[in-house]
């Protein structure tokens, strides 16, 4: 995106055009700081080999840690924590994170809100996460060309006591009757493109479970205009449900565990939408190496549809760039 303003806290956009096509980019999970340390170092840019992947009217990512200096360590096999220092870098790409998954909360409470509050200095949108349970379940709207576009974000995979409560920050929880409910109170406050990004399924399995089929099917009977999925750490493949796409894991994008093979394949999903939803959807697949920057990988065969298809269909060959 290269035209927005803050409008209160939760609205993007900018206005005067008359192109009803909107373009979203979507990647699975970001780590800023690698066990390198590269992502604190002044010059260091882990997306510029895949920047061109990323160009859209609107780009968004899950952020796989918080953006803190303060805070304590939970205990937990993994916990991250990014430096201040590398949200420019991620302004730069980026235009709005999910914070909706089971590491925002890694170094408790005091990390996340200094993150929601670096993230709104930095002017990067958030989603999927709050000071409460009803600005975690409260939309980021962004609005371009007349198109208003709601994002809500989810966490189904524990520790779910990190989960955002009326009294407490935190994240919001995948539970089918409240994203059924935060779905169709975003489409009768306007929205036109309603997209949940939601944190689920289990780590390094091939395809979707049950609970996650079962769930994107609900969020696009409600009224979702698409489904997409991360934290895997793999990609899980992608179908048409009522000619709506749903994008079960976009896998990693820029982290730098790599305990399999296919941990270092990702992709960008990118969405044209209008104002009847997702016109078209595509992917475009990146190798990650092990520092954990991912590289543009042209090659290989991934997932396009278009509204009202019964199926997807593989992407056509595609110059590297975009």
Same mark, same amino acid.
């Given at each position: ?23 979203l980019?979507?990647v ?8 390198l ?6 010059? *260091?840019?882990r997306?510029?080999?895949s920047?061109a992947?990323?160009?859209a ?5 899950n952020l796989e840690?918080?953006v803190?200096?303060?805070g =304590?360590?939970v205990?937990?096999v993994y916990?991250f ?5 590398t949200l420019p870098?991620l302004?730069e &790409? ?8 089971? &590491?925002s909360?890694?170094y408790g409470?005091?990390a996340f ?13 958030y989603f999927?996460g709050?000071?409460n349970s009803?600005a975690? &379940?409260?939309?980021?709207l962004?609005k371009?060309?007349?198109?208003t576009?709601a994002l809500?974000?989810?966490?189904? *995979?524990q ?7 009326p009294?407490?920050?935190?994240v919001?929880?995948?539970e089918e009757?409240q994203?059924?409910?935060d779905?169709t109170?975003?489409?009768a !406050? ?6 949940? *990004?939601?944190h689920?399924g289990?780590?390094?399995?091939? !395809?979707?479970c049950a ?5 994107? &099917? !609900? ?5 979702a205009? !698409?489904v997409i999925g991360?934290?895997p ?6 179908e048409?449900?009522r000619?709506k ?6 896998g990693?994008?820029a ?8 941990n270092a394949?990702g992709w ?9 939803? =997702?016109e078209?959807?595509?992917?475009a697949a990146v190798?990650i ?5 991912p590289f543009p990988?042209?090659?290989a065969?991934t ?7 019964n199926?997807v269909?593989p992407?056509?060959a595609r110059?590297?760039?975009?």
């Amino acid at each position: 995106m290269r035209c927005w303003a803050a409008i209160g806290l939760l609205v993007m956009g900018c206005g005067g055009e008359t192109d009803q096509r909107v373009t979203l980019s979507f990647v699975g999970d970001v780590l800023l700081e690698t066990k390198l340390g590269e992502g604190a170092l002044p010059g *260091f840019d882990r997306f510029a080999p895949s920047a061109a992947l990323l160009e859209a009217d609107f780009s968004i990512a899950n952020l796989e840690c918080p953006v803190a200096t303060g805070g =304590v360590a939970v205990e937990k096999v993994y916990t991250f924590r990014a430096s201040p220092s590398t949200l420019p870098r991620l302004r730069e &790409h980026f235009d709005a994170v999910s914070v909706a998954n089971n &590491h925002s909360g890694d170094y408790g409470l005091s990390a996340f809100l200094e993150t929601l509050t670096r993230l709104d200095a930095a002017g990067i949108g958030y989603f999927g996460g709050g000071r409460n349970s009803t600005a975690a &379940h409260t939309p980021l709207l962004l609005k371009k060309r007349g198109v208003t576009i709601a994002l809500l974000g989810y966490d189904d *995979f524990q520790p779910r006591s990190f989960e955002a409560t009326p009294e407490q920050a935190g994240v919001a929880w995948a539970e089918e009757e409240q994203m059924v409910l935060d779905v169709t109170r975003a489409r009768a !406050a306007g929205a036109d493109v309603i997209l949940p *990004f939601l944190h689920w399924g289990w780590e390094n399995e091939p !395809a979707a479970c049950a609970r996650q089929r079962d769930l994107a &099917h !609900a969020l696009i009977d409600a009224g979702a205009s !698409a489904v997409i999925g991360a934290h895997p750490h793999v990609t899980q493949g992608a179908e048409m449900y009522r000619g709506k796409p749903i994008v079960y894991s976009l896998g990693n994008f820029a982290f730098d565990l790599l305990d399999v093979p296919e941990n270092a394949l990702g992709w960008r999903l990118r969405l044209v939408v209008d104002r009847r939803g =997702v016109e078209s959807f595509s992917t475009a697949a990146v190798q990650i190496d092990d520092a954990g920057t991912p590289f543009p990988l042209p090659s290989a065969n991934t997932p396009c549809g278009v509204r009202g298809a019964n199926a997807v269909s593989p992407c056509a060959a595609r110059a590297p760039a975009r």
